[in-house]
């Protein structure tokens, strides 16, 4: 492409992303009502249109299937691009449980009576414009959009290739539901489709406010090199269990085969088992007969080794601990104790979702409280770290970072605050002379 | 220096930062009564080392007036290196107002049964370790050590090299304070004094988890460009006045004076007025020659100057909208109305804080609402926005990014939350095979 194609190219992009921010500027001032009657609409729009986007949907598949078949995919992709009449039904559910959600916008947080007449109040309000690039799901389309719209926020999507023709559908019954109300809001919700596009984005820090990729560890820690935009991720989820010796060991084992076999290429699924020596001799041999049963492979510490020394353990390196594997593996450890196990998963782990396994309150206290994670659990599964399981409605995506939104995140993610001030002609230099004095009285 | 000496200095570095994070750790389970404790402590520390700080702290300014003697150091750092008795009482005042807060740890934010016997809880926690990076101001020891004491912190505090002595005593009050409660608690707090510690501190990201710059624009920005933890900081502040056609001229006057002069290098004062052109030719006059008495340079559009024909204005161009001046310059422009002044804002403006001038209350919830900067006000001076001003106690800094903590930060920048989930050995297996299914019933 010649420079002048690119440079116009970049122009085009910028323009959406323009249009996106005051057309989220007027969405941002409706009503919650207005809101919600947009989010009512495109959930009715989009079973109205389920026979349109499944035959996007199919036509989409058909040429994934063709580059799977000519080795240029993976067929893994197929699963998740592949969509149906209850696929678009579950969408639709999803977006009016966004609309029942309490509005959050414009939510006083906080008042301070600075003096007479000068009040401070700390309101809830969208971020501006979020840029959401994800791979092939196109659920995620009426997810982010119902979240971005209950937010009052503009959104700039970037969605994979391969469901192009889906997303197309999915986008244009957005643009309906918001004209419903407003012609000039179809432009809240700006649509990607060239590669390309995504380094454009990353570039836009003046116009846009947050980032979000979804996809391999490897995009996302690209994003979070390549961007000064702020952005919600996850690089990995190396997660961990730890069976304390007060642990309830029949439970243990149901857990732990649940929270590696469940869906093992889930973020939220456990990588790593640490274990009391106190109970390692009775348990071992137990868990590591269970995840073999499950076609876990298993990768253990010498003393792991030496209790199941009739079972097939490869040795784990240091590197296993640095390992997300995402499949069926797993590696485990013997352990002094909860301290031991609290510094291990502190310096290993990639404070997104660890565990607890006792029937000691206290020491699962200890746990909880110095583990430095997003979810810390107690005799539950992994697996739970999850929006909908969490019942935040949508999710807009898990993050592993400690500022703003923090785990899963739902619509708190998609919104700051700002500090409105009213006065009546107040000036600093009364109260630096000493001739007032503040108050600050909180009245909220 | 050798490189093997660099790589020891970078170890000694990073084992006092870990230090830090372990010492942080226990200081995070300890009671809200003993946190505050510590603070009362110091606060009475430094009062009874009244003159040991003073001595110091002449002993920095004598060398600081050394170097400005032979032109390697600006005189405007002497004024805010040296400190005095009244100073030292402000400081142990402060310390003081930060115990008397509300404990912010361990706050549960919301509570939801998931299902019988599973229960997720939102609950605060410190971030970790913060670094704070400063200039010669040693009220920032006091101001910051209390800020992350009182909300379970570790801190790595770098000094500016002027100010050294009277750090290191500073430093030492925090040591004793906290030894009084555990002796091992001392490490929570750990001082670098090297120049080259700050690129050290940048690059651990795993134990570091948010960097505050507090000094010059470009420094700032050096940070947010050469840093991969998240950065509490500002880089500029170029606050606009909008003047309404239904505003309050005479008020408007002494706000905008105020605003622009009553300390003009601070992030928060007055750099761009913007003013209504059905009042312009009124008013006008009025403002620059107020302005001009109190010492400040006018820069202008076209408009203004054609306004005041008889008054000394230089023509404003593209730049001057873009520039913070820090002194005493402002520049003013004749707009349509509240869109334009509002697009303009929106265009030009650093979302820092900006401000209408007007009696009519809808135009005043408008530019409000629409104004994308942190602070937005209405009839009053920009210079309010300031954490001592919002009543937030003691100031980590003033942030102009919009995630996590925005504004004036205090307490809550330090911040952030973890979900505990309690179960009973549930696995999601039994969710999503439909044997059971989820309550999510909000507690709280």
Same mark, same amino acid.
């Given at each position: 492409?010649?420079?002048?194609?690119?440079?116009?190219?970049?122009?085009?992009?910028?323009?959406?992303?323009?249009?996106?921010?005051?057309?989220?500027?007027?969405?941002?001032?409706?009503?919650?009502?207005?809101?919600?009657?947009?989010?009512?609409?495109?959930?009715?729009?989009?079973?109205?249109?389920?026979?349109?986007?499944?035959?996007?949907?199919?036509?989409?598949?058909?040429?994934?299937?063709?580059?799977?078949?000519?080795?240029?995919?993976?067929?893994?992709?197929?699963?998740?691009?592949?969509?149906?009449?209850?696929?678009?039904?579950?969408?639709?559910?999803?977006?009016?449980?966004?609309?029942?959600?309490?509005?959050?916008?414009?939510?006083?947080?906080?008042?301070?009576?600075?003096?007479?007449?000068?009040? *401070?109040?700390? $309101?809830?309000?969208? &971020? !501006?414009?979020?840029?959401?690039?994800? /791979?092939? @799901?196109? =659920?995620?389309?009426?997810?982010?959009?119902?979240?971005?719209?209950?937010?009052?926020?503009?959104?700039?999507?970037?969605?994979?290739?391969?469901?192009?023709?889906?997303?197309?559908?999915?986008?244009?019954?957005?643009?309906?539901? *918001?004209?419903? $109300?407003?012609?000039? &809001? !179809?432009?809240?919700?700006?649509?990607? /489709?060239? @590669?390309? =596009?995504?380094?454009?984005?990353?570039?836009?820090?003046?116009?846009?406010?947050?980032?979000?990729?979804?996809?391999?560890?490897?995009?996302?820690?690209?994003?979070?090199?390549?961007?000064?935009?702020?952005?919600?991720?996850?690089?990995?989820?190396?997660?961990?269990?730890?069976?304390?010796?007060?642990?309830?060991?029949?439970?243990?084992?149901?857990?732990?085969?649940?929270?590696?076999?469940?869906?093992?290429?889930?973020?939220?699924?456990?990588?790593?088992?640490?274990?009391?020596?106190?109970?390692?001799?009775?348990?071992?041999?137990?868990?590591?007969?269970?995840?073999?049963?499950?076609?876990?492979?298993?990768?253990?510490?010498?003393?792991?080794?030496?209790?199941?020394?009739?079972?097939?353990?490869?040795?784990?390196?240091?590197?296993?601990?640095?390992?997300?594997?995402?499949?069926?593996?797993?590696?485990?450890?013997?352990?002094?104790?909860?301290?031991?196990?609290?510094?291990?998963?502190?310096?290993?782990?990639?404070?997104?979702?660890?565990?607890?396994?006792?029937?000691?309150?206290?020491?699962?206290?200890?746990?909880?409280?110095?583990?430095?994670?997003?979810?810390?659990?107690?005799?539950?599964?992994?697996?739970?770290?999850?929006?909908?399981?969490?019942?935040?409605?949508?999710?807009?995506?898990?993050?592993?970072?400690?500022?703003?939104?923090?785990?899963?995140?739902?619509?708190?993610?998609?919104?700051?605050?700002?500090?409105?001030?009213?006065?009546?002609?107040?000036?600093?230099?009364?109260?630096?002379?000493?001739?007032?004095?503040?108050?600050?009285?909180?009245?909220?």
């Amino acid at each position: 492409m010649s420079k002048v194609a690119e440079a116009k190219t970049f122009e085009g992009v910028a323009a959406q992303v323009k249009g996106a921010r005051k057309a989220a500027r007027t969405l941002s001032r409706l009503s919650a009502t207005d809101r919600n009657k947009i989010l009512l609409t495109a959930a009715d729009l989009l079973e109205a249109h389920e026979a349109e986007i499944l035959k996007a949907n199919q036509q989409d598949c058909a040429l994934l299937e063709h580059e799977i078949s000519e080795g240029k995919a993976s067929a893994a992709l197929l699963k998740r691009l592949k969509t149906s009449s209850s696929g678009i039904k579950d969408m639709a559910r999803q977006v009016r449980d966004v609309a029942g959600m309490e509005d959050p916008l414009g939510q006083t947080l906080s008042t301070t009576e600075l003096d007479d007449g000068l009040i *401070l109040n700390k $309101v809830s309000c969208p &971020l !501006g414009v979020v840029a959401v690039i994800f /791979e092939s @799901r196109p =659920d995620a389309i009426p997810q982010v959009g119902s979240l971005a719209i209950k937010t009052g926020n503009g959104l700039v999507l970037k969605g994979g290739t391969e469901a192009r023709l889906t997303n197309r559908v999915l986008v244009s019954l957005w643009h309906k539901a *918001l004209a419903t $109300v407003d012609p000039l &809001l !179809g432009n809240a919700i700006c649509a990607l /489709e060239d @590669r390309a =596009d995504v380094a454009r984005i990353l570039e836009m820090d003046r116009d846009i406010d947050l980032v979000v990729p979804r996809g391999s560890t490897e995009f996302v820690n690209y994003v979070f090199q390549h961007s000064h935009i702020p952005v919600l991720g996850h690089g990995s989820g190396i997660c961990h269990i730890y069976v304390d010796d007060a642990a309830d060991l029949a439970q243990a084992t149901g857990i732990i085969v649940d929270a590696k076999t469940q869906y093992p290429a889930a973020c939220n699924s456990t990588e790593k088992v640490l274990v009391h020596q106190e109970i390692a001799g009775e348990f071992l041999p137990i868990l590591v007969q269970a995840l073999q049963s499950a076609g876990v492979e298993i990768r253990a510490c010498e003393r792991t080794t030496a209790i199941c020394s009739k079972l097939e353990i490869v040795p784990a390196t240091e590197e296993d601990w640095h390992t997300e594997y995402g499949d069926l593996r797993i590696t485990i450890k013997v352990v002094e104790g909860l301290q031991t196990a609290i510094d291990h998963i502190n310096h290993y782990g990639s404070r997104h979702t660890d565990c607890i396994l006792t029937e000691n309150n206290p020491a699962a206290e200890q746990f909880m409280a110095e583990v430095d994670a997003a979810s810390v659990f107690h005799n539950a599964s992994t697996r739970f770290a999850d929006g909908f399981r969490y019942g935040l409605g949508a999710e807009i995506g898990i993050s592993n970072s400690k500022l703003h939104a923090r785990g899963p995140v739902g619509l708190d993610g998609l919104l700051t605050y700002k500090y409105k001030l009213h006065g009546n002609g107040q000036t600093v230099s009364t109260y630096a002379n000493g001739s007032k004095s503040f108050k600050h009285r909180r009245i909220k």
